[in-house]
């Protein structure tokens, strides 16, 4: 399941982030969580998370924040 978060009021949109990311713990609480940013992009490894399963069936959240800004990450996306 994909998530996007947009729009105009960028704290708003943030704080629906910080809450999908709040009852993920809640319900997964030995989930993995993965962050990507435009400051830190790793191409194999995005594409590694999204491609894999968890051999022990564990649940995994991946986020993005603001990937497009980053001219590698934008080329992966394009």
Do not use: C, Q
């Not at 982030?17 to 713990?25: E, G, K, M, N």
């Not at 609480?29 to 995005?46: K, L, M, T, V």
């Not at 022990?56 to 990937?67: I, Q, Y």
Request: glycine share 6%.
């Amino acid at each position: 399941m994909i998530y996007l978060f947009h729009g105009e009021n960028a704290d708003k949109a943030r704080a629906k982030w910080r809450r999908v990311i709040a009852s993920f713990r809640t319900k997964y609480p030995s989930g993995a969580i993965f962050n990507f940013s435009a400051e830190e992009f790793d191409s194999a490894r995005f594409e590694e998370l999204l491609a894999s399963n968890d051999l022990l069936g564990g649940k995994r959240l991946v986020t993005a924040d603001r990937l497009l800004e980053n001219e590698l990450a934008f080329g992966f996306f394009h």
